[in-house]
């Protein structure tokens, strides 16, 4: 069994976090550290710790993480300028919480999807 991380106890609404939308599949609510004008989290509520553990069970739980994030940047008013959906998978992908979690990011010009390397 994996271990249980902070967005459980985020979707359980043991400890505060802004939710925006939460259904019998997914929980979203705001980064507490954004980067940038609008940054969303989007999770299973299901604790899958990363992108490597998704299985065919998954997939109507993936699929509204999706449309979730569509609805989301609509309401933000990000949708016609453009946003970033994002998941990292574990060490080189730079994931901390091993929660599976979707980032949506936007509000501004993203730049390039990678850092440059020097
Ligand atoms: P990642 O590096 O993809 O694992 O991203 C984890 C994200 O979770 C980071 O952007 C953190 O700022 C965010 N985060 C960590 N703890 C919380 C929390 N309690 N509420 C909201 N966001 C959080």
Redesign the pocket.
């Known amino acids: 069994m994996a271990e249980e991380t902070?967005f459980s106890k985020?979707i359980r609404k043991e400890?505060p976090?802004q939710i925006l939308y939460q259904d019998e599949l997914v929980t979203a609510?705001?980064?507490?550290?954004p980067?940038a004008p609008t940054?969303i989290?989007i999770i299973p509520n299901k604790l899958i710790p990363t992108a490597n553990d998704v299985t065919a069970e998954d997939e109507s739980t993936l699929g509204r993480m999706l449309t979730v994030a569509a609805k989301l940047a609509a309401q933000e008013g990000i949708a016609a300028d453009g946003y970033r959906l994002m998941i990292?998978c574990n060490r080189h992908g730079?994931?901390?919480?091993y929660h599976l979690?979707m980032?949506l990011l936007g509000g501004r010009p993203l730049g390039p999807m990678l850092a440059r390397r020097e």
Do not use: T, Y
């Not at 609510?29 to 550290?33: A, E, L, M, S, V």
């Open positions: 902070i985020i400890i976090a609510f705001r980064d507490i550290n980067q940054h989290l990292n730079g994931q901390e919480v979690h980032h």
